[in-house]
């Protein structure tokens, strides 16, 4: 029996077919630099304006290869101790910066009423795995052990990130567990995360052409990233899972990646994880990227900070 078409929202539907007759060339058919800028170039075209907020300062740690640079977002000039949000970009490893996550991360300072803390991490093919895994470890376990020079005195970390960036949240949590920072990790959340080899998923196959993350761009980050398939920075999935912190997870229904998101939350769930999974239906990778010319991205964006919002409060009773 023949799958049911696919539900495809109608901005999104908009969205995809404007690309398709704007065509253009692949981002793994150009030369990196000019991928890179055209990243950056398409934020404004296509995300929301940022939000103001009371602090947006740039900041750097040191790192294992050198000083990393961070972005403190607060909607308060200073704050009690309490909760800070890590937050890892997306881009495959292999694009993204602080500038293409910014208006993004506005929105989350303003509606959770908590810092963030942006990393900005190495990025392949200069820097390959673990370069990325590396920097946000130490750039998270420095933030939870210098309010002195972040104006903030966390009492928990919450580790967030999209796509490749929650995959980092994912793995940034696990090596914390392994050996804890001065803090606890208290929540992790990532969006549309890559957590499992992909190549065998029924998502991979269904969606690898025509909404918007290809097949061919995904094999040509992992090709950039060069994680090793038997490790479990690289894979999440590779882990027990045992002893993960409670966990908001989202997915795209038109996402490549949207069955390792879902499987991964099944494994959280089967390991006693506390667990809210989003699945937003018609939507597609890197929809909280494009709230301007999907609108829908900015309801489902919302829905997912509450459950964060929801989370915290049902964790710290």
Not at 42 to 51: C, D, I, L, W
Not at 181 to 205: G, H, T
Request: hydrophobic letters at 40%; aromatic letters at 6%; glycine letters at 10%.
């Amino acid at each position: 029996m023949p799958d049911k078409p696919h539900f495809v929202r109608e901005d999104v539907k908009m969205l995809l077919g404007m690309l398709e007759q704007m065509g253009g060339t692949p981002l793994e058919h150009a030369p990196l630099d000019e991928g890179r800028a055209g990243y950056i170039a398409m934020g404004p075209m296509v995300e929301a304006e940022p939000r103001d907020l009371a602090v947006i300062k740039d900041l750097t740690c040191t790192g294992p290869a050198g000083d990393i640079p961070l972005r403190l977002y607060d909607a308060r000039e200073s704050r009690e101790a309490g909760p800070v949000i890590m937050f890892y970009h997306g881009g495959g490893f292999v694009i993204g910066n602080l500038q293409s996550h910014h208006a993004l991360c506005t929105e989350i300072a303003a509606t959770m009423d908590l810092p963030v803390v942006a990393v900005d991490y190495r990025l392949a093919p200069e820097a390959p795995f673990p370069a990325a895994p590396d920097d946000c470890e130490a750039a998270t376990r420095w933030v939870a052990s210098n309010p002195a020079e972040t104006g903030l005195t966390a009492n928990g970390l919450i580790v967030m990130g999209d796509s490749a960036g929650g995959n980092l949240a994912l793995v940034t949590a696990h090596s914390l567990r392994k050996e804890p920072a001065e803090v606890p990790v208290i929540m992790q959340v990532p969006l549309y995360p890559v957590a499992s080899d992909v190549a065998a998923d029924k998502s991979r196959a269904d969606f690898a052409e025509g909404f918007l993350l290809t097949g061919a761009t995904m094999d040509w980050f992992n090709e950039q990233y060069g994680g090793g398939a038997d490790d479990p920075r690289n894979f999440p999935m590779l882990d027990d899972g045992a002893g993960s912190p409670p966990t908001v997870l989202c997915t795209a229904g038109l996402d490549p990646l949207r069955d390792s998101g879902r499987q991964y939350a099944a494994k959280l769930i089967d390991s006693g994880t506390d667990v809210t999974y989003l699945e937003f239906a018609g939507s597609i990778h890197g929809f909280a990227n494009l709230r301007k010319v999907i609108p829908s991205a900015q309801k489902d964006t919302q829905i997912l900070l509450d459950a964060m919002k929801d989370m915290l409060g049902r964790n710290s009773t």
